[in-house]
């Protein structure tokens, strides 16, 4: 029995976990702005196949989005990024690093964020709608810009971020043009408070972008209960049929006979005497004549 050819299974896992990542590379750009590198993220994403990690926020305003995939597609992806950051006026600085030594990926959380990226997917029920990014120095402004945006469009207030140096982002969610319409009346507000920073409008964010998003918990889709008016679990007990009472049956009317009317005799025909047959009546002056 040959045992010297078997090995643990963690150092099994470990040699292919460095396999698939051996012609790797891994790609940052940093930011002085949450919204700058959320646009420059979703640039990244669009322009080859890589894979968002995430990103690192350590403060004053500094944000670093960090990719991983092919060495020649993390080359165009973070050229494509550099590219975005410097048109918003944020860029910091960039770096490629072809083939990481695994002692990187220990200290760094890369590796377990690719794998869990692996087996959950990227699907998320919001990638059909924008994202509007607006970032204030101070949170007042971006409280204000918030209540603005939610007042002009209809759009929802999906979160806001915090990274330092004063600077706050609020993020919202909606159609295109809601997004567009309620970015630029937050922008106007934050400037009529305190001090605008920078905003950012994504029109078809992709699915990999949304898992790196803060979201608020009235987001988050979960199975409600639903509410019967009749609980399902007992048995209803059977209808009993009720017998009405029978109708007594009503006796036919009787026919009742009138009596008969009495018959009114005839009547008699009286024959007049003849007038001519009479006496003539004298009158008296004859009589007196005579």
Not at 22 to 48: C, E, H, N, R, W
Not at 192 to 213: K, Y
Not at 231 to 238: C, D, F, G, M, S
Not at 253 to 274: F, G, H, N, S, Y
Request: negative net charge.
């Amino acid at each position: 029995m040959e045992i010297y050819n078997q090995r643990p299974i963690n150092t099994v896992q470990s040699s292919r976990r460095r396999d698939n990542f051996q012609d790797t590379a891994l790609g940052l750009v940093s930011t002085a702005s949450f919204p700058a590198i959320v646009g420059t993220a979703d640039m990244m994403l669009k322009s080859a196949g890589v894979h968002l990690v995430g990103y690192e926020k350590i403060g004053s305003g500094h944000c670093t989005a960090i990719i991983r995939g092919g060495i020649a597609d993390v080359r165009l992806a973070v050229e494509s990024g550099v590219q975005t950051a410097e048109q918003f006026g944020q860029l910091i600085s960039s770096l490629v690093i072809p083939r990481p030594y695994p002692n990187l990926e220990i200290v760094l959380p890369i590796a377990n964020r690719m794998s869990k990226l692996m087996q959950e997917g990227s699907y998320s029920r919001l990638s059909n709608l924008a994202i509007g990014l607006v970032e204030t120095r101070g949170f007042p402004a971006m409280v204000g810009a918030c209540d603005a945006m939610l007042k002009a469009a209809d759009v929802q207030l999906g979160a806001y971020e915090k990274i330092g140096a004063g600077l706050c982002t609020a993020i919202i969610r909606g159609s295109v043009a809601n997004v567009a319409v309620a970015v630029e009346a937050g922008m106007y507000e934050a400037e009529r408070i305190g001090e605008l920073n920078s905003v950012m409008v994504i029109p078809r964010p992709l699915d990999e972008l949304e898992q790196t998003l803060p979201i608020a918990s009235c987001w988050i889709e979960q199975r409600q209960p639903l509410n019967l008016p009749i609980n399902v679990k007992e048995q209803v007990a059977e209808l009993e049929v009720l017998e009405l009472p029978q109708k007594k049956q009503v006796a036919e009317p009787e026919v009742l006979e009138l009596p008969q009317k009495e018959q009114v005799a005839e009547p008699e025909v009286l024959e007049l005497p003849d007038l001519a047959q009479l006496p003539a009546k004298i009158p008296e002056e004859l009589w007196k004549d005579e």
